[in-house]
C-alpha cells in the first residue's frame, strides 16, 4: 500500500479503559493539502469535459447529467477551498478554477433558465453566488437575480425542508441578509432534527442529512446552527458511517464525515477510522472511487471515451475528498492519526466480531492493521456492524444476541442499538399477526417469533 502520510506519535498508547491523557498525533497537513490539490486538478479536468453540455450516459440514463449539476459542485469545491488559501499551491489552484468557472456559471444557459424560472433562480444562481464570495463578482447577473427574487412567482414550487434550507443559504450569502427564524422553522422538520432510521432508511435520507449540514455549517465557514445538540447529530452519523462504509458507499460515507470538522467536533474513534479507510483507498486506487462505475464498460472503452466515462462516474466521489480535506486542514479540526477514545474489554469485541464478518467491505483488513488497544476503540463500530450485518440478513434471533451483548458491555443506549431494538419490537407485533409465536414469553418467545417473520419473509420473497 503507498503511503498515506503519517505522523505518528512518539509515545505508545495507554491501553487503559479510558481516553487517552495526551494531545492524539494529528494527520499531516502537507497529506490533506495534496489530497486537496489532486481534486483541483481533478475539477480542471471535469470543467473541461462537462461544463459546457454535461454528460449522456446512455447504458444507464440515470447516471446522465446536465452542465449545472459540475459547475455548482465545482464552485462548492472552490468555497470550502478557500479557506486554505494561504497555502500557495491552494491559492494558485482555486484563483486559476475561478476563471475557468465563471462562463460557465454566468452563461447564457444560467441567465436564460433564471428568467423563464423564477422560483429556481437561487438554485441557478448557486455558483454565481458562491464566485461572488470568492471575490469576483457580476452586477448584471446581480440584477436579474434581484429582480426574480422580487417577483411573487420565487416561491412558486414545493420545497422539501433541505431545498428550502439550501435556498436559504444561497439566498443569505447573496443578501447578506439573516435566514435564522426560517432556518430553525425548516430545520425543526427536516432530518437534522428527527431521527433517521438507521436500518432501512433510504440512500436519500443520508444524502439530505449530509446536504444540511453543508447548509448549517456554511461549508464550515461559519458557527453552526443547528436544531438540537451537536453529540445527537454527530451520534447518529457516526451510526450511518457504519453502515455506508459496510458497503463501500465512499461517496455518502466521506460526506458523513465533514460532519466532524464542519462542526469542529473531535473526531471520535469511528469517524477517525474512516478517515483513515477513505484515505488509504484513495491511495490504492488513485482518487476516491465510487460505486456508480461499471467496470465492464470501462474496460471496453478507448482513449477520450474512457476519460470521459472514468470522470464522469467518478468526479463526485473525489470532490467530497476534496471536500473533506479542505475542513480538515482548518485550525484544530485535522484527524487524529491514532484511534481516540474509551478502550472496551477485547471480550466485548471478540463477542461482536462475528457478527459483522463477511466478505463485504475494504474495511476488515484496515481494521485488523490496527494496533490491538486502537481495535479497541473501535467496539461501537463493531457494534453498529453487527447489528448492520444481521438486519441486512433478517437473522433476528441473532440480532437478539448482538443486542444481549451491547446490554451487557453498557452500549444498549447507542442510536442504532435502540433503533435494532424498536425494529425487533415491531418484529414480534408483525409475527404475532402473522400467527407465529404468539405464546411464548420473555426472550425465548421472542427469538422464535423472530425466527417465525425470518421465515415468513424468506418465503414471501
Not at 452542465?67 to 491552494?90: D, G, I, Q
Not at 458507499?249 to 479507510?277: C, G, H, I, K, V
Not at 444498549?412 to 409465536?437: F, H, N, T, W, Y
Request: charged share 20%; proline share 7%.
Amino acid at each position: 500500500m503507498a503511503s498515506i502520510g503519517l505522523r505518528h506519535s512518539p509515545a505508545p498508547i495507554d491501553a487503559g479503559p479510558h481516553a487517552d491523557e495526551a494531545g492524539p498525533a494529528l494527520w499531516d497537513a502537507d497529506d490533506l493539502e495534496r489530497r486537496l490539490c489532486r481534486a483541483l486538478d481533478l475539477a480542471r479536468q471535469t470543467l473541461r469535459l462537462f461544463a459546457a453540455e454535461g454528460h449522456v450516459n446512455a447504458d444507464t440514463p440515470a447516471l446522465s447529467f446536465g452542465p449545472e449539476k459540475p459547475v455548482a459542485e465545482t464552485a462548492m469545491l472552490l468555497y470550502a477551498a478557500s479557506a486554505c488559501r494561504h497555502r500557495p499551491a491552494v491559492a494558485r489552484r482555486v484563483d486559476e478554477l475561478v476563471q475557468l468557472l465563471v462562463p460557465h456559471a454566468r452563461s447564457q444557459r444560467a441567465l436564460v433558465d433564471m428568467a423563464l424560472h423564477p422560483a429556481m433562480a437561487f438554485k441557478v444562481a448557486l455558483p454565481h453566488v458562491l464566485l461572488t464570495r470568492l471575490g469576483c463578482p457580476d452586477a448584471a447577473f446581480d440584477r436579474l437575480l434581484a429582480t426574480c427574487a422580487a417577483q411573487a412567482l420565487q416561491d412558486g414550487h414545493d420545497r422539501p425542508p433541505s431545498a428550502r434550507m439550501e435556498r436559504a443559504w444561497v439566498s443569505g450569502l447573496w443578501s447578506g441578509a439573516s435566514a435564522r427564524v426560517p432556518w430553525r422553522r425548516d430545520a425543526r422538520q427536516s432530518v437534522l432534527h428527527r431521527p433517521i432510521d438507521l436500518l432501512g432508511g433510504l440512500r436519500d435520507d443520508a444524502y439530505a442529512f449530509t446536504h444540511l449540514m453543508f447548509y448549517c455549517t456554511d461549508f464550515g465557514h461559519g458557527t453552526p446552527s443547528l436544531p438540537r445538540a451537536r453529540s445527537s447529530i454527530l451520534a447518529q452519523a457516526q451510526c450511518m458511517l457504519a453502515r455506508y462504509l459496510d458497503v463501500e458507499d465512499y461517496d455518502l460515507s466521506a460526506e458523513l464525515l465533514l460532519a466532524w470538522p464542519f462542526t469542529s467536533a473531535p473526531w471520535t474513534a469511528t469517524a477517525a477510522f474512516a478517515f483513515r479507510l477513505l484515505a488509504s483507498v484513495e491511495d490504492q486506487v488513485g482518487l476516491l472511487p465510487c460505486g456508480n462505475v461499471d467496470l465492464a464498460r470501462l474496460s471496453r472503452l478507448q482513449g477520450d471515451e474512457r476519460e470521459r466515462y472514468a470522470l464522469a462516474t467518478g468526479y463526485h466521489t473525489a470532490y467530497v475528498m476534496g471536500l473533506l480535506c479542505a475542513a480538515a486542514l482548518r485550525p484544530g479540526r485535522a484527524p487524529p492519526t491514532r484511534m481516540p477514545g474509551r478502550r472496551h474489554r477485547a471480550a466485548v469485541l471478540q463477542a461482536l466480531r462475528p457478527h459483522a464478518a463477511d466478505d463485504r467491505g475494504h474495511w476488515q483488513p484496515e481494521f485488523d492493521a490496527l494496533p490491538p488497544d486502537e481495535q479497541l476503540a473501535l467496539v461501537p463500530f463493531m457494534l453498529d456492524l453487527a447489528i448492520v450485518h444481521r438486519s441486512r440478513q433478517r437473522d433476528y434471533p441473532a440480532l437478539i444476541a448482538v443486542l444481549d451483548i451491547a446490554r451487557r458491555a453498557g452500549l444498549a443506549g447507542s442510536p442504532m442499538a435502540k433503533q435494532a431494538g424498536d425494529l425487533l419490537q415491531r418484529i414480534a407485533g408483525c409475527a404475532v399477526a402473522l400467527g407465529g409465536g404468539a405464546g411464548e414469553p420473555g426472550r425465548a418467545g421472542a427469538k422464535s417469533r423472530a425466527g417465525a417473520l425470518a421465515e415468513a419473509h424468506g418465503a414471501h420473497a
